[in-house]
């Protein structure tokens, strides 16, 4: 069974970098058939798409973020990462790692569990 | 961009009864709808893709149906652990998926 896990730093000081890994176990990353993507939701509210990325290296990102997002892949460690720069109290939130299958309606069908990050001075 | 809307934002209902959630999008769709459980403090889980297409491993309580911009999210019979938000997502603007803004349920 595929699994998903984000490392994240907990908190991190407003005008920073946010980083955040997730490690895929028990399955390829390398597929062509899926995508590995950022959800994030903060306390009570609910879930916004951040980007993905193709095991190629091929990148998408939510408009709304563009300007302040990288994602990046390592295939070879079977890792994809997440930065977030010039970090707000805005992006405090628990942000979730996801497989999206790319073969059919593109569902996000396998989720980590979530890393919970505060932005605080 | 496409905008998502769900009705009701929350419900209450009786174990064994029938839940019906609506959720609509102000552009065409097909059946590129996807619905997903989130019970607190947990991540999301993939139900329903494509519309209609049952998650391996989901209960056949769960279905979805509608196309285009009107779609329908349904519990045949309520169970308690059923208790959780629920979320539509459009996977029809590549390569921005969005969400519902979801719809609680918790029992009566």
């Known amino acids: 069974q595929l699994q998903l896990q984000e490392s994240g730093p907990g908190r991190v000081k407003p005008s920073e970098t946010l980083s955040i890994i997730c490690t895929v176990s028990?399955?390829?990353?390398?597929?062509?058939?899926?995508?590995w993507g950022w959800i994030r939701q903060p306390r009570g509210k609910g879930l916004e798409w951040i980007g993905s990325?193709?095991?190629?290296?091929?990148?998408y990102y939510n408009p709304s973020l563009k300007s302040r997002v990288a994602i990046s892949i390592d295939t070879s460690n079977k890792q994809f990462s997440l930065k977030v720069y010039s970090v707000t109290a805005a992006d405090t939130a628990v942000y979730y790692c996801?497989?999206?299958?790319?073969?059919?309606?593109?569902?996000?069908?396998?989720w980590g569990q979530g890393t919970l990050v505060t932005v605080s001075s | 961009d496409i905008q998502m809307t769900q009705s009701p934002s929350s419900l209450s209902a009786s174990v064994g009864d029938r839940v019906t959630i609506t959720c609509q999008a102000n552009?065409?769709?097909?059946?590129?709808l996807n619905w997903y459980q989130q019970k607190p403090g947990r991540a999301p889980k993939l139900l329903i893709y494509?519309?209609?297409n049952l998650e391996t491993g989901v209960p056949s309580r769960f279905s979805g149906s509608g196309s285009g911009t009107h779609f329908t999210f349904t519990i045949s019979s309520l169970q308690p652990e059923d208790v959780a938000t629920y979320y539509c997502?459009?996977?029809?603007?590549?390569?921005?998926?969005?969400f519902g803004p979801g719809t609680k349920v918790d029992l009566k």
């Open positions: 990325v193709y095991h190629t290296g091929s990148t």
């Open positions: 028990d399955g390829s990353i390398s597929s062509s058939s899926y995508y």
């Open positions: 494509g519309a209609s």
């Open positions: 997502q459009q996977c029809n603007d590549l390569p921005v998926f969005t």
């Open positions: 552009q065409g769709l097909g059946h590129y």
């Open positions: 996801a497989r999206r299958d790319g073969s059919s309606y593109y569902p996000d069908d396998y």
